[in-house]
């Protein structure tokens, strides 16, 4: 049972440097979402997805960027790093109404910005 | 806007004691209401998750957690603690009215256990 697979678990950027952080699923979940947690903060939104060809931005949207082509993958892109984005970063999905809320975690991804 | 409050950012028990963690949430209808656990360097389990009925649910690992809708309040609790349940603990909360309503998750409450 591979539920949701994050790669890379861990990453080192220099700041300017792009990269994308793959997400996938093999649960045929309709939602999907990024979210990024940091020391006293707890987890906050990036980006959500309700199905293929939809994305929302969540809470702290600013700096990344999604798209859903696939019910399976949901890929998440730092254009340009930088050192503020420097966190771990949760993909995180769930089936449409069937089960509102529950949502199924990755194992994470650390990523530091130099 | 919904959101959560978890009053206690570190709590320590010692094994065997009694634990409370505490959840208070705002959201402007009925809310479902969930408990997530995280062990270091692992992703977010869910523990248990109230969406109606009965206001005291049960969850995986002898948890359980009380809705309280007066007080605005969704606390976990655990009669006895073992050394294994040291994690950080998150509180969330999400709405009935959507079924894709994104979940607002607490700032989190990370519980030390001692000998």
């Known amino acids: 049972n591979a539920g949701v697979t994050q790669t890379p678990k861990f990453q080192v950027l220099k700041t300017g440097q792009s990269m994308t952080l793959q997400c996938a699923q093999d649960?045929?979940?309709?939602?999907m979402s990024w979210y990024r947690q940091d020391p006293g903060m707890g987890l906050r939104l990036i980006h959500y997805?309700?199905?293929?060809?939809?994305?929302d931005q969540g809470e702290v949207p600013n700096g990344y960027n999604v798209s859903r082509s696939t019910t399976e993958d949901f890929p998440l892109r730092l254009l340009s790093a930088a050192p503020s984005q420097t966190s771990v970063y949760f993909c995180?999905?769930?089936?449409?109404?069937?089960?509102?809320?529950?949502?199924?975690f990755g194992e994470g991804s650390r990523l530091t910005v130099l | 806007a919904q959101s959560v409050t978890q009053p206690d950012i570190h709590i320590t028990v010692s094994e065997g004691a009694s634990l409370e963690l505490r959840c208070n949430y705002s959201?402007?209808?009925?809310?479902?209401l969930f408990w997530y656990v995280q062990s270091p360097g692992q992703g977010l389990q869910l523990l248990l998750k109230?969406?109606?009925?009965?206001?005291l649910v049960q969850g995986i690992k002898g948890f359980e957690a009380e809705f309280k809708r007066s007080q605005s309040s969704f606390n976990l609790r655990k009669p006895s603690v073992h050394w294994s349940d040291a994690a950080e603990y998150f509180c969330?909360?999400?709405?009935?009215?959507?079924?894709?309503?994104?979940?607002?998750f607490g700032k989190g409450t990370r519980l030390s256990v001692i000998a």
């Open positions: 995180a999905s769930r089936p449409g109404l069937a089960k509102v809320g529950e949502l199924f």
């Open positions: 649960m045929n979940h309709e939602y």
């Open positions: 997805s309700v199905g293929a060809g939809i994305t």
């Open positions: 959201y402007g209808a009925t809310p479902y």
């Open positions: 109230y969406f109606s009925g009965d206001t």
């Open positions: 969330a909360v999400g709405g009935q009215t959507s079924g894709n309503t994104p979940l607002v």
